[in-house]
Structure formats: structure tokens, C-alpha cells
């Protein structure tokens, strides 16, 4: 299947994977920068075929743009988000131009005549506030946004996921609407404007980490998310539809681990031991960052990725592989002097 899609947030991480994947299957795609002064830069490191790719200024605060991006398309997918290094000062930074963005894309996409509309969420709404211990997660899990310590990320891709099904179930009409819901993603760099999803393995390699809290994350190939949103964009019957896109959950330490076996000398400042936690508790009450993660302390999050394998015919690589092409690109790049 080809045609026109919409693609929002052209200059992010999965998008430019995403880009290049729809671009080299035949498709045209229209996709969305907050400012086309970076345009030009953008399309020099996605090298496609420049004639299957327009871009629009649209900014997820505001209405202008979203239309003229939209017109001509009969699929779209909504990547755009913020999602910062930092904490934010509050919550609402995120959350309302996550949540205003997605029912903006939302309502030019119905405007247009737009058939099926795949919502990148994050497991970040699926998989959060339940605390030590290990649990398992299906698409029929909501993390709970009343859960005291979210982080403003967890909250924002929470609030945004519900209030564009609800708007669909409401208003959707007839467009068709799925979400692909990824956790931490890794994987080879496009670009040194690389996604805070990477600026773990950032730390680690710089030794700017200095030693490994007991927190994890499910973690996932940016090649492999890409992929499953074109298979979403592309398969029969998406309407509801809800897709966890995750390999296995790794603690931060076996993350090091897969560093020093795979790079050698290059991951020599990889921290090796452990932080204690009750010294992680006794940072965070300093430390925005600590106080962002001490909520996660001891807690296993496995997430069961199987409907998109059985339904999509899904097949993600290893992660390691996903691990060790982040980190070869941090150093590639300069990013990262190991
Ligand atoms: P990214 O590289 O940071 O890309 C985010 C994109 O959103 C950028 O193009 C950014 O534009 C755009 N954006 C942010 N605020 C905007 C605003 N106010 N108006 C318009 N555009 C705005 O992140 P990514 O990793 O590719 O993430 C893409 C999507 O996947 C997001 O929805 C994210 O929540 C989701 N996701 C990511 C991960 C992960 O681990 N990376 C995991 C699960 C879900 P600028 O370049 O102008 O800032």
C-alpha cells in the first residue's frame, strides 16, 4: 500500500526512521517542523528521494499549519511530543501541547478526509505507578494518572492517549484510529539532535552516571518502531487498536554490561556498582532528576509485546544490537568522548 501520509515531527528520532521507511516503501509523505529553517537540515540527514517529501510548519500549540499538512493525506501519523533532558517546573509544559497537539492533528486529519490516524503513546501510559515488584503489562493496562510521583512525561502521554480516544469515540467519525505505544527507545542515530530516550547511554559512556540505580526499562529498536508503525499505517482493521512495541525489560545494569562486553575500552567509564537506594532517596530530595526516578526503585516492568507480533507479524531484533548501534553512533558523532 502507498499514498500520501502524514508524519508530525519530522526533525524527532523514530520519526526520521519512519520517514525514510515510508519514503523507500513509495509513499509521499508531509511532515511537520516547528520552524522550516531547519528544513533544509532535516532533509540532508534523512537523504530520501526529496520529491516524495514535503514539510509545513506546525507547532502542537498552535492551529496554524495542521490543515495544509494534512490536505491530500489518507493516513497520518502523529509523533510529535515534548520530551525533554529535564524535569519541567510544571507538569502542564508537557501535558497540554501533548495532549492540544494530538486533538489539533486529530481534527485536521478528520477535516481531510484522513482514513487512518496511528498515535505514537509510550508504554509511558500503560506501564507506570504500581510500584516495587515485578508486574506484567498488556494493552488492556492504563497507568492510573492520580498514582502520587508521575513524572510529567508519564502524566502527559497518559492524558494525551485517553483524550484522543475519547475524542475519536465522540467525534472520530469514520477515521480509524490505533496507537503504537513503544517503550525506551534505542538504536542507531540520524542526527546528533538525538532523542532524550538516549541520553541514558549518554551518561554511562561519559561517566557522567557514576554508578547504576535499581531502575529499568523496557527497551526497543528505533528501526523496529518505525517498522510497526508502517505495519500499522498499512494492515486491515486498526480501529482501536492499541500495540506495545517493547523487547525485554533491562535494569541499568545489564545495560553496562551489554557497554563493557560489547565496546571494550570504549565504555571504560561505564560505572560498574550500584547505588544504594536509600542513598538514591536521600538525593532526591536535592536532586530533580533522582526524585523524577526513585518512584521506580525495585520495580520490573515486563511488557508483553505479543499482539503486535501475532497481529502485525512484528519481529524486533535484539536489543543489544539496538544498545550497541546508540552507543557506537554517541562516539560516531562526537556526542560522546569515550
Ligand atoms: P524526539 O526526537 O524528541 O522528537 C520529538 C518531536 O516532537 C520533535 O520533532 C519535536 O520537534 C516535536 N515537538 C516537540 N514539541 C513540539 C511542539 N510544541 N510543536 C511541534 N513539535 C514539537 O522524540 P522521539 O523519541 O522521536 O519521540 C517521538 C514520539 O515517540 C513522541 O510522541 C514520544 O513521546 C514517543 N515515544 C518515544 C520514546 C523514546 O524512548 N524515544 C518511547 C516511547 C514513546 P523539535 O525538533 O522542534 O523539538
Not at 510544571?90 to 481531510?112: C, S, T, W, Y
Not at 494518572?145 to 469515540?169: C, H, M, N, Q
Not at 492499541?242 to 571504560?268: N, T
Request: contains cysteine.
Amino acid at each position: 500500500m502507498t499514498g500520501t501520509v502524514f508524519v508530525s515531527g519530522g526533525s524527532g528520532y523514530i520519526a526520521g526512521f519512519l520517514i525514510r521507511q515510508l519514503v523507500n516503501a513509495g509513499w509521499t509523505v508531509h511532515s511537520t517542523v516547528r520552524d522550516l529553517a531547519r528544513e533544509g537540515a532535516v532533509r540532508q540527514l534523512l537523504a530520501v528521494d526529496d520529491s516524495r517529501l514535503r514539510f509545513f510548519a506546525a507547532d502542537l500549540q498552535h492551529d496554524a499549519g495542521w490543515a495544509e499538512a494534512m490536505a491530500g493525506c489518507t493516513h497520518a501519523a502523529h509523533l510529535a511530543s515534548p520530551l525533554p533532558r529535564g524535569v519541567p517546573k510544571h507538569p502542564d509544559e508537557l501535558i497540554v501541547p501533548a495532549r492540544d497537539g494530538a486533538l489539533r492533528a486529530l481534527r485536521a486529519a478528520k477535516a481531510a478526509g484522513v482514513q487512518r490516524f496511528v498515535m505514537t503513546s509510550s508504554v509511558a501510559a500503560i506501564a507506570y505507578g504500581r510500584g516495587r515488584g515485578e508486574h506484567r503489562f498488556t494493552e488492556a493496562d492504563w497507568t492510573d494518572p492520580s498514582f502520587p510521583g508521575l513524572t510529567p512525561y508519564i502524566l502527559s502521554k497518559t492524558i494525551a492517549e485517553r483524550a484522543a480516544r475519547d475524542w475519536v469515540a465522540a467525534e472520530g467519525g469514520d477515521i480509524e484510529f490505533c496507537s503504537i505505544n513503544p517503550s525506551l527507545v534505542f538504536g542507531p542515530l540520524w542526527s546528533r539532535d538525538y532523542s532524550s530516550s538516549v541520553t541514558v547511554l549518554h551518561k554511562l559512556l561519559d561517566g557522567s552516571m557514576r554508578a547504576l540505580p535499581d531502575i529499568g526499562f523496557g527497551v526497543v529498536d528505533v528501526r523496529d518502531v518505525a517498522d510497526l508503525h508502517v505495519r500499522a499505517l498499512s494492515a486491515p482493521g486498526m480501529a482501536g487498536e492499541r500495540f506495545i512495541a517493547s523487547g525485554p525489560f533491562l535494569k541499568l545494569r545489564d545495560i553496562a554490561e551489554v557497554l563493557h562486553a560489547r565496546l571494550g575500552a570504549q565504555a571504560h567509564k561505564v560505572p560498574r556498582r550500584g547505588v544504594p537506594d536509600w542513598l538514591l532517596r536521600l538525593m532526591a530530595r536535592l536532586n530533580p532528576i533522582a526524585r523524577a526516578v526513585v518512584g521506580e526503585l525495585g520495580a520490573v516492568r515486563q511488557l508483553d509485546a505479543s499482539h503486535a507480533r501475532a497481529t502485525l507479524g512484528w519481529v524486533p531484533r535484539p536489543v543489544e544490537e539496538s544498545i550497541v548501534d546508540a552507543a557506537r553512533d554517541l562516539i560516531a558523532l562526537g556526542v560522546v568522548k569515550p
